[in-house]
């Protein structure tokens, strides 16, 4: 017996031109190229360029996996963009894309979850496909993180950049049973709100009329990324019956370098297995998980039919895995 399963057959990603270098950012706050390498693994990073948006970073990343996935816009028939930093209250990101693509069927609508929107949102446009309510779903990460950071402050304006990346699913068969036919296999989210003075931003419209600057208690966050982030792992290979064993490559949230390596010694992940992006992109939010898959796919590293364990942790707190089957 056959069931629907999401597959992913397109990504694409996109990265503004402007880069940031460590040394750069010395120049303005007091810090070094030593300091940041040591402490969080990041070289440089990409910052949008003025008037450049989420929306505009967004559109480029969703061509790209439509053109990767052959398929054309107009049979898209739903828009999920994971973002914190939109370009208006509204309307959504994802409608304001849909316009820009000629897309006049389905729905679209934002996922805010911060670093763990993407991971959110793959798990909504899974369940959205395997109830049969749609076939073609593009599922973007995209974000301008640059607008909301305080360039004075070296404990964060050191740690973020901007970029987007995207996932075209489409419902196929997969054998009952068999859950690794390739497609998303399985996915867990999971929040808790007592949390929420670790990582936030300073406002929102509708305390402050303004989005306010982010702020991080950045010990305390790593204390809580390694342990929940391997909870959400675990949790969901256990659920599939899979082992660290059997992952072919570990794509996880660009946070920072040491909680990459922590999280993969942790779990038995061998070091060549895991996906870093962060030297070279900083924390994108919501954008680094796909960032990174589309990275080491155009690179050969991912291949068709690799088991792939994805993992992000963001603000709230909010966290989550993805177990796709490439």
Known sequence: MTQLM??????????????????????????????????????????????????????????????????????????IVATTTPDLVFPSCATMIQGRLGITQGAAFDVQAVCSGFIYALSIADGLILTGQHRNVLVIGAETMSRIIDWTDRATCVLFGDGAGA??????????????????????MRADGSFLDLLRTTGGVSSSQSSGLLTMQGNAVYRHAVTKICEAM?????????????????????????????????????????????????????????????????????????????????????????????
Request: with cysteine; net charge negative.
């Open 234 to 326: 675990t949790t969901l290979m256990e659920r599939h019956g899979v082992t660290s064993a059997d992952i072919d490559w570990f794509v996880p949230h660009q946070a920072n370098q040491r909680i990459l390596e922590g999280v993969a010694k942790r779990l038995g992940i061998a070091p060549d297995k895991v996906i870093s992006t962060v030297a070279d992109q900083g924390n994108t939010s919501a954008a680094s998980v796909p960032l990174a898959f589309d990275q080491a796919v155009r690179d050969g590293r991912i291949q068709r039919g690799d088991l792939c364990l994805l993992e992000a942790l963001g603000g709230g707190f909010t966290w989550g895995s993805a177990l796709i089957r490439f």
């Open 6 to 79: 999401a597959r992913v057959s397109g990504v694409g990603s996109y990265l503004p031109e402007r880069i940031v270098t460590n040394d750069e950012l010395a120049r303005t706050v007091d810090t070094s190229d030593a300091w940041i390498r040591e402490r969080t693994g990041i070289k440089r990073r990409h910052i949008a360029a003025d008037g450049e948006t989420t929306v505009d970073m967004g559109e480029m990343a969703a061509r790209r996996a439509l053109d990767n996935a052959g398929l054309d816009a107009s049979e898209i028939d739903l828009i």
């Open 167 to 188: 996932f075209v699913l489409q419902a196929g068969e997969s054998q009952r049973g068999k859950p690794f036919g390739r497609g998303l296999i399985g996915a867990y």
